[in-house]
Structure formats: structure tokens, C-alpha cells
């Protein structure tokens, strides 16, 4: 046992309106800790939600006076420049070596957008036939420590193996893919290749029509790629991402080339989550899991990394109803998307999922910011869509989960987590208005703000959420929002069925 867990568990569950779920079974958690997993949940008491998505706004009440700072997570960063695959004793690459690092990624953003990001990065290098080259999760890249954001102290940087496993942070990428190398970090990449040519996105994209399909971008890649004997090769930082929002995200249809071909590659059937994340959905499984099926599911953090990841590690939760609820900001982020008429974004718009967003009067799919679809004014009838697709009120979203529960897909829906960035007296009525609606259906609502978490967990809670939206028997998502989009690609890459990924 990890000295502090007990301790740290009593008088930890927030009130949870309507939790009816006891609370036993968490003590065993310590034990099957991986032994890098730091255990900080001193001070849990004082619950903290740390909302992590673009255009965030923090939700955090003062910090504990136990953690004057934020968790800086240096045992993952040790342990990334421990990866096999580094040979420090190298001054240059070896002879098969060739590198590629997209150094103008996105910082500053939410997790959503910086794991879609990461993720097709790595989809990129490896068509590149490259050693793809990862950084850290960066909210800013001045060499400091620390960063103020919405008044409050986080972590400049967060290394990516805090919140992910697998082949995008450097695992092996398994059975049949030998000949694909290993990541590495920045930090390594750094190292053996101190000098590197750049390659600038303008001029490998400037004969490519706008918001070209990702396929064609790649391949443009590829040609740039091929062309420089240099086995070390970046991207020039000031042009920025490679797979943009406008150009690929955010286009309708623009992932369909590549999406057989991603989902089944080890990028996604050997994706994991981290320890720390595992162990934050344990500490909390009794919100999820039927009752029932406690006693016999193995804690997630105790399962191998390599002995099931992905579709057999993450398998489907009967009886779990996941809802993205975006407050905040969306309010008035709602209201812009209806200004420039953005579509809903990555998978969350392929045609095969149900509830297609088709605004009243528009012929096809909505394509961003008028650059495709032409000018865009919307028309009132075209603003209220987009806000009840994009903002719904309390009733509405009632309206849309009792919908949901009535289909086939919905079939023995008993909990309900709501994922949200929402305030506590929102989502009390929230949580009392869908209760009143169902009186005696449901055996548990609980929200992103009654997680317990520790420390480390608290600035990493948004991937918490994901994997269990990925695991809902039926998810209702935002299609606005990429943080339910990665959920979606987890879902689809591990074959759930269409009719389980709802949207307002
Ligand atoms: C690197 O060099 C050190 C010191 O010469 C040596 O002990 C170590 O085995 C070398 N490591 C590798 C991977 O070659
Ligand atoms: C990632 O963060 C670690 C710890 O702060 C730092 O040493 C490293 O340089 C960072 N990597 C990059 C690419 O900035
Ligand atoms: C799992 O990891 C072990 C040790 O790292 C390795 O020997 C084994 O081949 C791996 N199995 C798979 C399926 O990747
Ligand atoms: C996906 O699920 C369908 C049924 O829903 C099944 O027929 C198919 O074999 C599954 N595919 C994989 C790769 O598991
Ligand atoms: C390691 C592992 O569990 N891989 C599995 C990932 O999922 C696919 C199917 O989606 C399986 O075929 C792999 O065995």
C-alpha cells in the first residue's frame, strides 16, 4: 500500500447529489500502482476541477496550501529520456535514422485539440517512413515552469506519458510493424541531431488547393520529405501546425482518406491511456460500472501495457450514459461558430454517426468558416440550430438524453456521467432536473467536478474524462468540441457501434 492513499480517500467524495453507489473498493487501488505513478493526493479534500479545453476558463477554487505549485510531472520526463530507443552515446543519427518533428505545433490549446494534433502528427511521420520526434504538452515554451492561465497556476509544460501510452510517446509499435521506429523525444532528437534542415508548410503546401484532403497532404509531405538527405528534418516553427482546424479538422470529409488506414494502425490498437490516468478512472469506477460488475473487472491500472490495449483493454460499460456539456466560454464560442458557420469538427461530422448538424436552408454539410461554402450570414432560424446543437439548455438536454435512452442503443441505461466544465450550482440543476425526469431510472449522475483526483490527476482531468466517454455504452457528445471528438475516434477505432455516438 502507498502510504497517504487510504488517508487521502476518507472525507474525499465530494457530495454527490443522488450517488447512491457506496464507496468501498477503492483501498486496494495502491497496490497495483504502477511503481513511476506518483501518488500527490494530500489536500484532495479541497476539490479542484481544472478545465483544460481551448478558450478554457477555470473552474479551480484556491490551491491547497499543502501544494504551493503545480505538479511538474519530472518522473515522466525522466522516464521519457530513459526510452531504449535513445542512445545517448550517439552524436548523430545512425545510418537508418531519419527523424521528422513538427515544431510549430499548437500551444496554448486544450487537450482536445493538442492530442488530435499529436495524434495526426505521429499518423504523418510514420507514413514519412520517419522516426517521429514528440515534444511536451505545452501551455507555454518560455523555459519556465510555471504559467498563469485564467488566474490561476498550472504547468507550463506537461509531458505527454502523464496522460498517454503507446507508439505517439515512444512505445514499440508491436507485431508486424518491426520495421516502424520507436519515437523519441525533442529533448533526444535535440541531441543527436543539432543541426536540421526545415521544411516550411507555405512552400509544401503552396501548390496544394486550400483545405486540401489529408491524403493529398501527406503525400505533398512525403515528396518534401524525400527530397532532403538531411536525416534530421523539423518543420519551421513559425509556420505553424501541419493539420490546421480550417484546412483539415474542420473540413468535412477531409479524414476519410486516411481513416481505415489510421484507425487500425498501432497508433490507435495500441493506444493506452497513462498509469495516472487509469488509476484516476479506478478511484472512481463505482460512479461507472453496474454494481454488479465491480467485483469482477480488474483495475485498469493493473493490466500490462502491452497485453491489451486499446479495443480489449477499454471495453464498452454497459449501462453508462457519458454527456459532453460545454458551459463557459461556449456561451459566446456557440454564438461565433453560428457567425462564421463552422461545421461540426473531425469525426464528430462523418456521415455514417447519426445527428448530422444540417442547419435549416444549408444544402450539404457546412464547411468552415465560409472559405468553402462561400460568404455565410447566418439567418435566425440558422443561429437558433447552432444553439441548440452547440449550447443546449437544461430541458433540451433532458429532452435529448430521455430520446436517447428510448432507443435500441440506450437499452438499460442506469448512470449517467456528465463531463463538463459547468459550475457546481449548474450542474446541481442539471443533475435535479434529469433525475425529476426519470424518477426511479437512474442509479447514479455524476459530473466531471465529483471525480476524485490527486494533485498530479487535477491538471490532467480532462483525459480522465475521455476515457470514460470512450467506454459509455451510449456517448452524447458536442460536436463543436474535438475533447468529444477523440473520444469518438477511440470509440470508432475500437468498433462501437454508430448508433452509440449521439450528439446535441
Ligand atoms: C554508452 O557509453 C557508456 C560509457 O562508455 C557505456 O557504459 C554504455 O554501455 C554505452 N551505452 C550504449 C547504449 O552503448
Ligand atoms: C519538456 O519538459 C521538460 C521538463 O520541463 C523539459 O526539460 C524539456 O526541455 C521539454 N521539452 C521541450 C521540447 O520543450
Ligand atoms: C510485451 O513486452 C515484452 C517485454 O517488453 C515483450 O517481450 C513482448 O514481446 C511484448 N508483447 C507484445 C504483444 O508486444
Ligand atoms: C466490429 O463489429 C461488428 C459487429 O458490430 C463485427 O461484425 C465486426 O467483426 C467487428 N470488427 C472487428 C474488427 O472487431
Ligand atoms: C494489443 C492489443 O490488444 N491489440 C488489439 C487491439 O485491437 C485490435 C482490434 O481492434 C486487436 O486485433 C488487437 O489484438
Known sequence: MLPGFNSCNSGYRYTLLGVRTPTFSRTRIGLLVAAFVLIACVGAAVHTFVDFETFSLWQVSPIPSVHDLPPLYAQYHARELRLPQQDWNRTQPAEHEKYFFVSGFLIDVGWGNAFEEHLFNAYLAYRLGRTLVFANYTWRDDGSQYTHSFGHMIPSQIPFTALIRGPMVGESWGPRYE???????????????????????????QNLPYASDTEVIIDAWSKAASSVSDPCIQTRKDNGAVFTHQETFGVPGNLASIWTDLISSPLLTRFAWSSLIELAFDTNRDLFLPASALADTPYLSALPYNASSNASRYPQIPGLMVIHVRKGDYGSHCNTLASIGDPFVSANNFPSLPDAFLPPGVPGPVMPNGKVAGNWHATAAQRTYYRERCYPSIPEIVAKVRAVRATEAGRGIRRLHIMTNGKAPYIANLKRALWDAAPGEWDAISSSRDLGLNWEQKFVAQAVDVLVAQRAQVLIGNGFSTLTSNAVIMRLANNFTTDSIRFW
Open 179 to 205: 520495421h516502424v521506429p520507436s519515437a523519441v523525444t525533442k529533448t533526444y532528437f535535440d541531441h543527436v541531431c543539432p543541426s536540421k534542415t526545415e521544411l516550411h508548410r507555405r512552400e509544401v503546401h
